[in-house]
């Protein structure tokens, strides 16, 4: 497990190299993960996340385009990344769950359809 330390610096080298300033929204509550990206979206401003659970049988409306659940890791990076072409991903220098996605977008950008869907 990281310190959280390492994990502000990794962003704030992130957001500062990539994008300027971010979004922030800081949470110890995973299933928080996905609002943050919707509400980040819809504001069109700049964020960056550490998704870690995926918490399926409590979001069982999240689906993947095949209509399949999301139900791995995977899935759900792939699924938050489907909801706006502006999301990027990146890795942080330390193990386990370490895949950052982020936007650096300064424009509501996001598929409006999916973020209606999953508030």
């Known amino acids: 497990v990281a310190a959280p330390g390492l994990i502000q610096s990794s ?4 957001t500062s190299r990539e ?14 993960t ?17 998704p870690c659970c995926v ?13 399949q659940p999301v139900g791995s890791y995977d899935e759900f990076i792939e699924y938050l990344m489907l909801k706006s072409p502006t999301i990027q991903i990146a890795e942080l220098p330390f193990e386990g769950r370490n895949k950052v996605l982020y936007s650096c977008s300064h424009g509501a950008v996001a598929r409006q359809e999916n973020i209606a869907e999953s508030v």
């Open 19 to 32: 994008c300027g300033e971010a979004f922030e929204a800081q949470s110890r509550i995973a299933n928080a």
């Open 34 to 50: 996905e609002p943050i990206v919707d509400l980040a979206l819809l504001l069109g401003k700049p964020f960056a996340v550490v």
């Open 55 to 67: 918490y399926g049988r409590f979001f069982p409306g999240r689906r993947m385009p095949s209509g």
């Open 11 to 14: 962003f704030n080298v992130l």
